[in-house]
């Protein structure tokens, strides 16, 4: 008996701690590097700023009749290393210098810079008598105006930015608070900070639409928050976990959230897609326009999770493409391919799925072999952009080249309107998820 209960109580030991690793690789906040809204030049429409270098503690607070403004400071200054436990403090001592502007250093203490200096030659000679430190615009200062005033510089990263409402940034307003890297010296990146269940209200309807089934739009919500997940770090270089992009997942702010999704992403909170106890790299895809594919057929790793699977009600769409002889002679000719006048293309070899899996290209004075993804995306700068999936044929004329094909997007994963179909039959979201991920466990 004593054995019996010392194995349950050594089972229940890991059993508990399994699910405290399980629910640590979900974070509370995540960073997202808002690299669409990237500029020399931010502009904030909110008329009030609160700004904090700690999130217990509130540093100082401005107000504006129109905008504010964030750039990069390009000028040189001279840090008089006075410092201030206040903004006011500060703002007071500054009456003593002709030119300057408040500093927030890191910890949240107030200086003097006193400039902006056109050279270092300039900042030198003043130096003389200030006996400060001169600060370079190498060291990716940035520069907060107030209706076209300024009124405070600040570091890269370093503070954060709220207000008593949404932050708007352009024409997009977002949750949680902002801050501003510098890592070009040439253009500011607003970094978003919110909590992660938060910034899946926003993915969720970018990435699906909030009308469609309710138990596919919460196969979207575990699957984006279990991407997410493994994509996690993917920007640390930068100062953030993810990007607004679809290179992680398309995250338009508030602008795309709606009650309904928000309510379905909560339903599905913190539910993860495992394989073999980690989180799988969930991907995802518009329409498939027959089976989905196995992952090394696109992305070269063979995953056990990611196999091709018959769709069950997928409504995928048709599309066409048409292609001057002319246009794919310049595409070769931009990457130095020459094989004379293009005579057309053939398709040699289909998965067993029915994507085209090579495919050549015929000149005059030679050919031109594609393969795998390649088959679509050569074709990405020409004014019509790349093939919409791998399932199509081909019909060649005597001056162009014309696609007919179906579906969208690489194939390998979720199909988002198989997912819809499903729904529509009756599955509910974790049937959906198994059978695109095989062998999985949802939890």
């Given amino acids: ?261 928000n309510k379905l992403v909560d339903e599905t909170k913190n539910l993860c897609i495992y394989y073999k106890n980690k989180p799988i790299e969930a991907l995802f895809f518009s329409s498939s326009g027959g089976p989905t594919e196995n992952s090394e057929n696109v992305f070269v790793t063979a995953l056990d999770y990611l196999r091709s699977v018959p769709q069950i009600n997928e409504t995928a769409r048709t599309w066409t493409r048409e292609f001057k002889f002319s246009e794919i002679e310049k595409l070769l000719a931009d990457k130095k391919i020459y094989i004379g006048n293009v005579l057309g293309i053939q398709i040699l070899s289909l998965l067993p799925s029915g994507r085209v899996n090579e495919m050549i290209i015929i000149g005059t004075n030679g050919e031109k072999k594609l393969s795998g993804e390649g088959t679509k995306s050569f074709f990405a700068k020409t004014k019509n952009g790349s093939l919409e999936s791998r399932f199509f044929e081909i019909q060649n004329t005597n001056d162009s080249i014309i696609f007919s094909g179906r579906g969208s997007g690489h194939g390998v994963g979720m199909s988002q309107y198989g997912a819809k179909g499903m729904a529509e039959l009756g599955y509910d979201f974790i049937d959906i998820l198994k059978y695109y991920y095989t062998g999985v466990e949802v939890r």
Avoid at 13 to 24: E, G, P, Q
Avoid at 174 to 195: A, M
């Fill in 1 to 261: 008996m004593k054995k019996i209960l010392s194995f349950l109580l050594i089972l229940f030991f890991v059993v508990t701690n399994l699910n405290i690793v399980l629910a640590d690789e979900i974070p509370e906040n995540v960073r997202i590097g808002l690299v669409s809204q990237q500029k020399n030049y931010i502009e904030i429409k909110n008329k009030k700023l609160y700004v904090s270098c700690n999130e217990n503690f509130l540093n100082c607070e401005f107000d504006t009749e129109k905008k504010f403004s964030v750039s990069i400071a390009k000028k040189f200054y001279i840090n008089t290393e006075k410092f201030y436990f206040t903004y006011n403090d500060a703002l007071s001592a500054k009456k003593n210098y002709s030119s300057s502007i408040v500093y927030l250093n890191e910890s949240g203490l107030f200086l003097i810079y006193v400039g902006g200096y056109e050279n270092l030659e300039s900042a030198q000679f003043a130096n003389i008598n200030l006996n400060g430190k001169i600060i370079s615009p190498e060291q990716n200062k940035l520069i907060l105006s107030a209706d076209e005033k300024n009124v405070l510089i600040f570091d890269s990263n370093c503070p954060q930015f709220m207000s008593n409402e949404f932050i708007q940034i352009g024409d997009r307003k977002y949750r949680g608070v902002i801050k501003f890297g510098v890592f070009d010296l040439q253009s500011i990146t607003p970094i978003n900070i919110l909590p992660f269940e938060e910034y899946l209200y926003s993915v969720v309807p970018s990435e699906m639409y909030s009308f469609w089934p309710q138990e596919a739009l919460k196969a979207q919500a575990v699957a984006a928050r279990t991407y997410a997940i493994n994509k996690m770090k993917t920007h640390v270089h930068k100062n953030c976990d993810l990007c607004d992009t679809v290179h992680c997942q398309e995250y338009l702010g508030i602008t795309r959230e709606t009650e309904r999704v």
